[in-house]
C-alpha cells in the first residue's frame, strides 16, 4: 500500500500562483508515472498534467504555458506550480501514483481563485 498526501492548496486571487505538493510513502517498488488531476463542482475528473519518471511531462491544453510539473525521485514528491491563475481552475486538485500496475490516489486539495 502506497500512501499519497497532497499540501499546497487554497484560496488566490485571478492571475495569482500556488503551488501543491505531493508525497507518496515509501515503496518496495519504484514509483513510475506521477501526476495530477482536478474535480470541480458537477464535472468529471480531469487530467491536468502528469510526468514520468524521467522527466517526460504532459499537460491538459488548459493549463499548458500556465502549470508546470516536476518531481524529485529521491523524495517521492511531485510539484504543480500554478501561475496565472483563473476562475475556472477551481477545483479539488488530487494527486495520482502508479507503482507496479497500481494507480494510489490522495485525498484531494481545494484550489479556489477568486476575488
Known amino acids: 500500500q502506497v500512501h499519497v498526501v497532497e499540501s499546497g492548496g487554497g484560496l488566490v486571487q485571478p492571475g495569482g500562483s500556488l503551488r501543491l505538493s505531493c508525497a507518496a510513502s515509501?515503496?518496495?517498488?519504484?514509483?513510475?508515472?506521477m501526476g495530477w488531476y482536478r474535480q470541480a463542482p458537477g464535472n468529471q475528473r480531469e487530467l491536468v498534467a502528469t510526468i514520468t519518471r524521467g522527466g517526460i511531462t504532459n499537460y491538459a491544453y488548459s493549463v499548458k504555458g500556465r502549470f508546470t510539473i516536476s518531481r524529485d525521485n529521491a523524495k517521492n514528491t511531485v510539484y504543480l506550480q500554478m501561475n496565472s491563475l483563473k476562475p475556472e481552475d477551481t477545483a479539488v486538485y488530487y494527486c495520482?501514483?502508479?507503482?507496479?500496475?497500481?494507480?494510489?490516489w490522495g485525498q484531494g486539495t481545494q484550489v479556489t481563485v477568486s476575488s
Open positions: 495520482t501514483v502508479r507503482v507496479a500496475l497500481t494507480d494510489y
Open positions: 515509501e515503496s518496495r517498488f519504484s514509483i513510475n508515472t
